[in-house]
């Protein structure tokens, strides 16, 4: 089992690539929702920017189900057992489906109330509803997709995944333009070819299982141990990634607080930081399943190494790209806006994020490494931890209420600078021993 020098590389590269361009694939769906919208008017856009809001918070939380199954069947793939491996996939999947479809219902049934908080016009919250309402029935589909996507990289497949988003952004493309458009739906058009393209990618993953299943004499039936040790699993991994959430939030309060030019600075400044972090998630992927590999076979040396390796690449990636938006600080807010002054607003904002960017490129990997290991309880109570310091950060800035450049510099100090030591320091204590390669498979 050879992992050192540049097979360990390639390994990497081959796994991070591929899975690099599935994740893109998914602010393309968001981008071209709102062109398509766009052309329709003001009110479609703005219902289209609430719907959104609501969906993308359900599917962020609900990412678990491809951080927990990744791992599960990661381990027994690295084990020699491709056909426990698949199964326990497959079990994932059948738990997302179920998972979804009490979502898509209880969401269904809330749309307008989840609408109703926004206190939009009624313009706008109709159409949101209508969004909404038709939206909420592709929520099975798109979980069943993190399960599935979560399968194939335990099995080292990411170039699957990438194919299989490439048609599914093709598809929703080409279908929202005809409903929208061609049959006149109008927004309606709109969520109902997104549905039906993430419906479409179900059946091409179901196809690919169904015939990873057959080669591997796996079972396709559900599992009740099974699905219970994805739920078990999935539930820590759901409270870390609700912290994340809680944080993220947070900081966009503050931002608000602060003043409309500089809620939309940070707009920006986060949308360079959730830029860097496509390449770092991948990087991070390409962590989860060789790490849940090589536990699954035994071998501690290779875990070590494939430890060290990707924290490197973490680490001068995030050199690299913080040298990049340190160089172009002053002209960014040019390219989004075309604004001076927003320019020179955020411009010491994005240094504090360029100076940052080593320590996110580090924590990104980290945070693969352990997802890999399945130390999901781990990750969460430390997702707790880290609010500690946070918190306090940002009600010191609430009561600041410093404004402008530098109340902006602080609040990217508060998250780039706070928030992210305080997950290098949870998460690089735990890789330091031994502990973290022995949570439960």
């Given at each position: 089992?050879?992992?050192?020098?540049?097979?360990?590389?390639?390994?990497?590269?081959?796994?991070?690539?591929?899975?690099?361009?599935?994740?893109?694939?998914?602010?393309?769906?968001?981008?071209?929702?709102?062109?398509?919208?766009?052309?329709?008017?003001?009110?479609?856009?703005?219902?289209?920017?609430?719907?959104?809001?609501?969906?993308?918070?359900?599917?962020?939380?609900?990412?678990?189900?491809?951080?927990?199954?990744?791992?599960?069947?990661?381990?027994?793939?690295?084990?020699?057992?491709?056909?426990?491996?698949?199964?326990?996939?497959v079990d994932g999947m059948w738990l997302?489906?179920?998972?979804?479809?009490?979502?898509?219902?209880?969401?269904?049934?809330?749309?307008?109330?989840?609408?109703?908080?926004?206190?939009?016009?009624?313009?706008?919250?109709?159409?949101?509803?209508?969004?909404?309402?038709?939206?909420?029935?592709?929520?099975?589909?798109?979980?069943?997709?993190?399960?599935?996507?979560?399968?194939?990289?335990?099995?080292?497949?990411?170039?699957?995944?990438?194919?299989?988003?490439?048609?599914?952004?093709?598809?929703?493309?080409?279908?929202?333009?005809?409903?929208?458009?061609?049959?006149?739906?109008?927004?309606?058009?709109?969520?109902?070819?997104?549905?039906?393209?993430?419906?479409?990618?179900?059946?091409?993953?179901?196809?690919?299982?169904?015939?990873?299943?057959?080669?591997?004499?796996?079972?396709?039936?559900?599992?009740?141990?099974?699905?219970?040790?994805?739920?078990?699993?999935?539930?820590?991994?759901?409270?870390?990634?609700?912290?994340?959430?809680?944080?993220?939030?947070?900081?966009?309060?503050?931002?608000?607080?602060?003043?409309?030019?500089?809620?939309?600075?940070?707009?920006?400044?986060?949308?360079?930081?959730?830029?860097?972090?496509?390449?770092?998630?991948?990087?991070?992927?390409?962590?989860?399943?060789?790490?849940?590999?090589?536990?699954?076979?035994?071998?501690?040396?290779?875990?070590?190494?494939?430890?060290?390796?990707?924290?490197?690449?973490?680490?001068?990636?995030?050199?690299?790209?913080?040298?990049?938006?340190?160089?172009?600080?002053?002209?960014?807010?040019?390219?989004?806006?075309?604004?001076?002054?927003?320019?020179?607003?955020?411009?010491?904002?994005?240094?504090?994020?360029?100076?940052?960017?080593?320590?996110?490129?580090?924590?990104?990997?980290?945070?693969?490494?352990?997802?890999?290991?399945?130390?999901?309880?781990?990750?969460?109570?430390?997702?707790?931890?880290?609010?500690?310091?946070?918190?306090?950060?940002?009600?010191?800035?609430?009561?600041?209420?410093?404004?402008?450049?530098?109340?902006?510099?602080?609040?990217?100090?508060?998250?780039?600078?706070?928030?992210?030591?305080?997950?290098?320091?949870?998460?690089?204590?735990?890789?330091?021993?031994?502990?973290w390669m022995h949570a439960p498979a």
């Amino acid at each position: 089992m050879a992992t050192k020098g540049t097979t360990l590389n390639r390994d990497i590269l081959r796994l991070a690539v591929p899975a690099l361009g599935a994740l893109v694939a998914e602010p393309l769906f968001l981008i071209v929702d709102a062109a398509l919208v766009g052309h329709l008017g003001i009110t479609p856009l703005a219902a289209l920017g609430i719907a959104s809001a609501v969906l993308q918070t359900i599917v962020g939380l609900m990412i678990f189900l491809a951080y927990s199954t990744t791992p599960a069947v990661a381990r027994r793939f690295g084990a020699g057992d491709p056909a426990k491996a698949v199964s326990a996939g497959v079990d994932g999947m059948w738990l997302a489906l179920g998972l979804g479809f009490v979502l898509a219902l209880v969401g269904y049934l809330t749309t307008p109330w989840l609408v109703s908080l926004f206190g939009a016009t009624d313009a706008v919250a109709a159409d949101a509803e209508t969004y909404l309402g038709l939206s909420m029935w592709g929520l099975p589909a798109m979980l069943i997709v993190f399960a599935a996507t979560g399968l194939l990289r335990g099995v080292q497949n990411t170039v699957t995944p990438l194919w299989i988003a490439g048609f599914g952004f093709t598809a929703n493309a080409l279908m929202n333009a005809l409903f929208i458009y061609g049959f006149g739906w109008g927004i309606a058009g709109s969520a109902v070819g997104t549905v039906v393209a993430q419906w479409g990618m179900v059946a091409a993953y179901v196809a690919v299982v169904s015939r990873l299943a057959r080669q591997h004499a796996a079972s396709i039936r559900p599992h009740g141990v099974g699905m219970r040790t994805n739920a078990r699993s999935g539930g820590w991994m759901f409270l870390r990634t609700l912290t994340l959430r809680g944080a993220l939030l947070a900081t966009v309060g503050v931002a608000t607080g602060l003043g409309t030019e500089e809620l939309a600075g940070w707009q920006v400044v986060f949308t360079i930081f959730s830029t860097a972090a496509f390449a770092l998630d991948a990087l991070a992927i390409a962590a989860q399943a060789l790490i849940g590999k090589y536990l699954g076979a035994g071998s501690t040396p290779a875990v070590e190494r494939v430890l060290r390796r990707t924290l490197a690449w973490g680490a001068w990636f995030g050199v690299f790209v913080g040298g990049t938006v340190a160089a172009l600080s002053g002209v960014i807010g040019l390219i989004f806006t075309g604004d001076p002054a927003l320019a020179a607003l955020i411009q010491p904002a994005l240094l504090v994020l360029a100076v940052a960017q080593p320590v996110c490129g580090v924590v990104f990997v980290l945070d693969g490494v352990l997802i890999g290991a399945n130390d999901g309880k781990y990750l969460a109570l430390a997702g707790l931890m880290n609010l500690a310091p946070f918190v306090p950060m940002l009600i010191v800035l609430v009561f600041l209420d410093a404004g402008g450049a530098a109340g902006l510099a602080w609040l990217s100090a508060a998250f780039f600078g706070v928030y992210m030591l305080a997950r290098l320091v949870t998460l690089g204590l735990r890789v330091r021993g031994t502990r973290w390669m022995h949570a439960p498979a």
